[in-house]
């Protein structure tokens, strides 16, 4: 599952010059984008066959993730996290996943495959009609 990363808890090597700080080591991202986002609007409400990794530059971001069954039901409760500007969210490979915007927000979006139109397409399998936060407010336990 997904974890927040928060920016100021990554190593950072500091000299006379400044510092650097390693974001992400060891990693084969394909594909690196900056995603703009209005206030009150929503992203995803799909899963694909790709990983990625946002990083919240401005704003912040309201995740949601869950598994599908085969019926396209939520398998349990889903996952909600907060993700402010200096931190990072992975969302896995395979997993449903909305993203909501309550103020204007920009992020970068590091993923394992490329992410031309066609590409990301290619891997995408989109569920327009359900809202994971729709059914996060209204889960019975």
């Known amino acids: 599952m997904s974890e927040i990363i928060k920016l100021a808890d990554l190593p950072c090597h500091i000299d006379?010059?400044?510092e650097i700080q390693m974001l992400f080591e060891r990693t084969d991202f394909k594909s690196v984008s900056r995603i703009k986002c209005l206030p009150n609007t929503f992203r995803a409400r799909h899963k694909h066959d790709e990983f990625h990794y946002s990083e919240i530059l401005e704003g912040q971001l309201e995740i949601y993730h869950v598994e599908l069954d085969e019926q396209q039901r939520c398998k349990y409760k889903p996952t909600k996290h907060i993700v402010n500007k200096?931190?990072?969210?992975?969302?896995?490979?395979?997993?449903?996943?909305?993203?909501?915007?309550?103020c204007f927000t920009v992020f970068n979006c590091f993923s394992n495959k490329p992410r031309s139109q066609n590409d990301y397409e290619a891997g995408l399998i989109r569920y327009p009609t359900i809202s994971l936060k729709k059914i996060y407010d209204n889960w019975k336990d």
Request: avoid cysteine.
């Open 16 to 18: 006379d010059r400044g």
């Open 86 to 102: 200096g931190e990072i969210i992975l969302t896995p490979s395979g997993l449903f996943h909305e993203m909501n915007f309550s």
